[in-house]
């Protein structure tokens, strides 16, 4: 049986049959331009609360994953295989912990960072990466390994830093799957490049490209647009708006809320509705698990957005207007900021949470949802921005409140935190982005509330030695090698690397590179 949280449609229109969840991983992007949503958001068994509390990270994953993937597509044993496997290579025995940074003031931290490169994408690449690979071995089987006909997938992306080395850790060494990743020259960090150029399999292909991460962004969107080479090639997407990141990354809201539970007094029950998490954003696709889980039933008060100073959603949520520049007088521009993972104009995956607003407050139906969400990324497209009716908006602040932190006030936090917390704690700047959001939410709750703020941390301080450096050097006692910097990192300067060149950001080039090494790769 294929219930409807099991059958995907597009944000933009819902034409039947509806795809299945292999047919919308697979595809990523629909061909209207959508982003795939399930049909229906399913409900959790009435009593969760006291069945799900002492769960495992991978028990939850595997009954999350199984109420939006049928059983007829993935059977139940080999999901539970998949999970397994997936989180095998976290260092933490819970996967994503829970620590506390000041009781008095409900604040804590969950972090996400504890996967193969040391940032929450791992969560749901490792997952996405074990899925390509179960599907296309069974799209194989029974074919020759030279055969023609074999089913691959070649995966090309860009980055600035995190999405590439998460892609590589997650496809590594997978058949069927080559994986391309274009960085621009010179322009990531010398750890996320080390990271990057040190995975040695066959499969990873890493392309350091002269010109900038706009010019490798460029290339990859040239790469999907080829249609004779995208048939040939099947080339395939792992940025955040594939389905399957999303839902992998509802697992740790769960999570977190049962693992806060067990330290207070009544469980569950007593949590409920006193929960909020504070999640630095910025493509809004890890937050966006976050309402999935809210509205699957997880008792969460507020999801609070917290922005850099590229604040597109903040605007928002605060006017209505979903508009790429910060006034009508100043162009539409991505600040270079100390997060740079949340550096972006617009967030793909708010297209997504769109999609609910307008079938829930103004659509009388899927399609018409579909159209209404077509309108508003045109208008986006075309004019630079849309507005949503007031009763959308007010929608909208039943789930979500933000705030925006400058990089000024992101270091103070970094500072504030090694300097006050016990035992010292040192944050990266992305989390620090949301400790700050939820430290003013905080201040700003009504007296006698009492309630719990969970901000996610979305990366190891040592991937982002400048901004900790900057916040933390010259305090008394504070050395990055001893305090930040994992072993891993201070092996990875000496191993062996392998990178490719391309030196100009050209498409013919980029795809011969691409024929040379997949050619290579069915030689060895
Ligand atoms: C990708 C990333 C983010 C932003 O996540 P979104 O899903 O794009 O909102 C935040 N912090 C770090 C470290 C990241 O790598």
């Given at each position: 049986m294929v219930s409807n949280s099991q059958r995907y449609l597009s944000t933009r229109s819902s034409t039947e049959p509806y795809l299945s969840f292999e047919q919308a991983v697979i595809q990523g992007l629909a061909p209207d331009g959508g982003l795939y949503i399930p049909t229906e958001i399913p409900n959790l068994p009435e009593n969760f609360l006291e069945e799900w509390k002492d769960l495992s990270f991978q028990e939850l994953a595997f009954n999350i994953l199984s109420l939006y993937i049928s059983d007829d597509e993935i059977p139940a044993a080999d999901l539970k295989t998949l999970v397994e496997k997936s989180y095998s290579t976290f260092r933490a025995e819970d996967i994503t912990p829970l620590t506390t940074l000041n009781q008095d003031l409900g604040l804590y931290l969950l972090e996400l960072f504890h996967g193969p490169t040391y940032a929450f994408k791992d969560v749901a690449l490792q997952f996405v990466g074990n899925l390509f690979e179960y599907f296309l071995t069974r799209r194989n089987a029974g074919k020759a390994e030279d055969a023609a006909d074999r089913d691959i997938i070649t995966v090309v992306g860009a980055t600035s830093g995190d999405t590439g080395s998460a892609a590589i850790y997650g496809l590594?060494?997978?058949?069927?799957v080559s994986v391309f990743i274009l960085y621009p020259n010179g322009r990531v960090s010398p750890i996320q490049e080390a990271q990057m150029t040190s995975?040695?399999?066959?499969n990873v292909h890493t392309i350091s490209v002269t010109g900038t991460f706009d010019d490798c962004q460029d290339l990859v969107k040239q790469v999907f647009g080829d249609k004779q080479f995208n048939d040939k090639y099947h080339v395939g997407a792992v940025n955040s708006i594939n389905w399957a990141r999303i839902l992998a990354q509802i697992t740790y809201y769960f999570h977190s809320f049962f693992t806060l539970a067990k330290t207070v007094p009544g469980g569950p029950q007593a949590l409920a509705k006193k929960i909020n998490f504070v999640v630095p954003t910025g493509n809004f696709g890890d937050i966006l698990a976050g309402f999935y889980a809210k509205k699957m039933?997880?008792?969460?008060n507020q999801l609070i957005i917290a922005t850099n100073s590229n604040d597109i959603l903040d605007r928002f949520v605060k006017s209505g207007s979903y508009s790429k520049s910060a006034s009508e007088n100043e162009a539409p521009v991505v600040h270079a900021t100390?997060?740079?993972?949340?550096?972006?104009?617009?967030?793909?995956?708010f297209e997504r949470f769109l999609w609910y607003l307008a079938r829930e407050n103004i659509a009388s139906s899927n399609t018409e949802a579909g159209s209404i969400v077509n309108k508003w990324m045109n208008d986006l497209k075309t004019t630079g921005s849309f507005s949503v009716p007031e009763s959308v908006l007010s929608a909208a602040r039943a789930h979500f409140s933000s705030e925006r932190a400058s990089d000024e006030q992101t270091t103070e936090t970094i500072k504030k935190v090694y300097t006050e917390v016990t035992p010292k704690y040192i944050l990266d700047p992305h989390s620090s982005v949301a400790v700050t959001a939820a430290l003013r939410a905080i201040k700003e709750q009504p007296k006698g509330e009492a309630q719990y703020f969970v901000a996610l941390s979305t990366a190891h301080p040592a991937k982002f030695s400048d901004a900790v450096d900057l916040a933390?050097?010259?305090?008394?006692?504070?050395s990055f090698e001893d305090d930040v910097l994992p072993q891993e990192f201070k092996e990875m300067a000496t191993k062996e690397k392998k990178h490719l060149y391309a030196d100009k950001p050209d498409l013919e080039l980029i795809k011969s590179i691409i024929v040379d090494e997949l050619a290579k790769e069915k030689n060895i």
């Open positions: 590594r060494n997978k058949k069927d995975v040695l399999d066959p039933g997880l008792p969460v100390m997060s740079p993972a949340m550096d972006i104009l617009v967030s793909s995956n933390l050097k010259g305090i008394d006692g504070y």
